[in-house]
């Protein structure tokens, strides 16, 4: 029996024993059952008996035709305006690629960082971390703005995914990827459920985060995870290409065979430096961040920088819609369905007795790794935050201790897989790391996440005395 044909095998035995199970008290049987072949569909990722978008296309239809949902509850999860992100962000990829932009930036990058591909991997995570207050989605910010630039390094270095990806593309693309939500966490507005935070904490504790509040309370524990993750990963996952001596001169002889800056070129960096510029200034011009990103991609059409074949090519964008909007869809439904309420009050409830330090620092690990069950950090926000919030507090743990914890939380567990959070989907999708690998160093920097923004967080603000 081929190793594809047990791995289907045990993902069906594992949803039918979940589907055959006594339905737990205070859910119902739909809301059980979706339970159920979502969790087919996530071991099917991990097992990946058949690419990941046919796991997810067949996981929709099985749950059609067991009438779990109905055909349009199924498929809304493609009407998501992240996943429509996405797709641009992938085809906002392509132009740089096409155009050779991708290469220039990136040449010009290497000319002007030095000869150690560790240095251009905290370069590439410093220039997500100068963007993130005025640019409350990671995914425009990762996948649109820093993607592009890490993926021309990439190539510009020869690593291209397949048998080059560990030369240094597979590297870039985690550092940024596992520094993604340190950077969301330290500040309000870098994510967008960080506002939704504030507000839900101070409905259950009464207590007050402004914007400067949670900046100090995040500065010791982010700037100390943002410093050791790039050198960690290094050590755990190192890239083939260390040292780089001749990188500078390479970068200037590149630069000087591609001569000036093409008229393709420069429609691609002005779109680009427009899109920028919306998306930072997105609190007044009142632009969606995936508006913005397709009216980029509509300009690169319009004026030829892109054709319509270059989108019909770019197979990572489509695949991504299709297995990302699945699980999109599913989670929000597992929500609707009362699957997600259930399982905050029932692991509410069954810590309600523990002393304050225990209980807190279950609902923290809880939180972090229920995540997997998540393809949204908002999603998960609105389903548990409060609620373990006002488990945590009742046991007597401090209000402004329980809020920032489970806040920062909240944000440091995107990283764990390649589609908890909207980034991951793009990154994933250019094919540098395997599965089980993104997975693994995931699980691996969670763990020094939570170490540093508990440990060392804590211990800072009893600093700051609020606590």
């Known amino acids: 029996m081929s190793k594809k044909i047990r791995n289907s095998l045990l993902i069906i035995f594992v949803a039918l024993a979940i589907w055959f199970t006594p339905v737990p008290e205070g859910l119902s049987p739909q809301a059980w ?169 101070a409905k259950v504790t009464g207590i007050q985060i402004s914007w400067g509040m949670w900046a100090l309370a995040a500065s010791v524990p982010g700037l100390t995870a943002f410093i050791l993750i790039p050198w960690l990963l290094y050590l755990v996952y190192p890239p083939e290409l260390k040292h780089v001596p001749q990188a500078k001169e390479i970068a200037k002889e590149e630069l000087l065979k591609m001569g000036r800056l093409t008229l393709q070129e420069g429609t691609l960096a002005v779109t680009f430096v427009v899109a920028l510029f919306l998306w930072c200034t997105s609190s007044w011009n009142q632009l969606n961040a995936t508006t913005v990103a397709m009216m980029a991609v509509s300009a690169l059409l319009i004026a030829k920088v892109l054709t319509w074949n270059d989108v019909i090519q770019e197979k990572g964008a489509w695949d991504t819609l299709i297995w990302m909007g699945s699980l999109v869809g599913l989670a929000a439904e597992l929500s609707k369905k009362g699957f997600i309420p259930w399982f905050a009050d029932a692991a509410s409830s069954a810590m309600s007795h523990l002393p304050w330090a225990a209980c807190l620092g279950l609902l923290i690990v809880i939180y972090m790794y229920s995540h997997y069950g998540f393809a949204s950090l908002t999603a998960h926000i609105s389903a548990m935050y409060a609620a373990f919030v006002a488990v945590a507090v009742a046991s007597g743990a401090p209000p402004y201790l329980t809020v920032l914890a489970l ?61």
């Not at 908890?420 to 920097?445: K, M």
């Open 407 to 467: 806040a920062f939380t909240a944000n440091i567990c995107l990283a764990l897989t390649h589609y908890s959070g909207a980034p991951g989907p793009i990154y994933y999708g250019a094919g540098y790391v395997e599965l089980p690998t993104w997975w693994r160093l995931g699980f691996i920097f969670s763990l020094v996440n939570l170490v540093i923004w508990v440990g060392v967080g804590a211990v800072w603000w009893k600093v700051l005395g609020l606590w």
């Open 33 to 201: 059952h979706l339970f159920a072949l979502m969790v087919a569909v996530i071991i099917g990722f991990i097992l990946q008996p058949l690419p990941v978008g046919a796991v997810a296309f067949i996981g929709i239809t099985v749950i059609i035709l067991t009438n779990t949902l109905t055909l349009a509850e199924s498929l809304a999860g493609y009407s998501s305006s992240a996943i429509w992100l996405i797709v641009s962000a992938f085809l906002f990829a392509r132009g740089f690629i096409k155009t050779g932009l991708g290469r220039r930036i990136a040449y010009l990058v290497l000319r002007s960082i030095g000869n150690s591909t560790l240095k251009v991997g905290y370069a590439l995570a410093i220039s997500d971390l100068i963007l993130a207050p005025a640019t409350p989605s990671s995914a425009a910010r990762a996948g649109g703005i820093i993607f592009p630039i890490a993926r021309g390094l990439a190539s510009a270095l020869g690593s291209e995914p397949g048998p080059t990806s560990r030369r240094a593309g597979a590297y870039f693309l985690q550092v940024v990827y596992q520094t993604e939500g340190v950077v969301c966490a330290m500040f309000m507005t870098a994510m967008a459920g960080n506002p939704l935070m504030v507000e839900l904490a």
